[in-house]
């Protein structure tokens, strides 16, 4: 089995912008409403989705640990760690085409139209 690291440490501006929104990491928010669990809420699911997308042989998790400590390292180093891991994946996954990043923009419009409406 080949192990790919090669991932295109190049910004994408959707993670930009996320990334620099230090007053939405887990550990400002948590507090905030009171949350004592160090770990977010979407911690499992991002689990989980490292699993599937491994058991698919879309991203192995060799690869995906690969790419995840460059970017670690390079884009993504001054981000906290479990945001880190989150726009670490979302980097791979767009950098090798499993999403795309209109669609994935639309879900982020979506979502934050739910939670500020609520």
């Known amino acids: ?3 790919k690291s090669d991932v295109d440490a190049s910004r ?3 993670l930009e912008a996320l990334r620099n929104k230090k007053e939405k990491t887990w550990d ?3 507090p905030q409403y009171g ?3 160090p770990n977010p809420p979407w911690k499992t699911s991002l689990a989980a989705m490292c699993d599937c997308l491994a058991d698919s042989g879309k991203l192995p998790s060799l690869d995906r640990r690969n790419a995840e400590d460059k970017l670690a390292e390079s884009v ?3 981000v906290p760690a479990p945001e ?3 726009l670490a994946l979302v980097h791979i996954m767009l950098n090798r085409g499993l ?3 209109s669609d994935l923009a639309a879900r982020m419009r979506a979502v934050r139209s739910r939670l500020e409406s609520a």
């Open 1 to 3: 089995m080949s192990i």
């Open 12 to 14: 994408i501006e959707l």
């Open 28 to 30: 400002v928010l948590a």
């Open 35 to 37: 949350v004592t669990n």
């Open 76 to 78: 993504y180093r001054d």
């Open 84 to 86: 880190r891991q989150l």
């Open 99 to 101: 999403v795309d990043e």
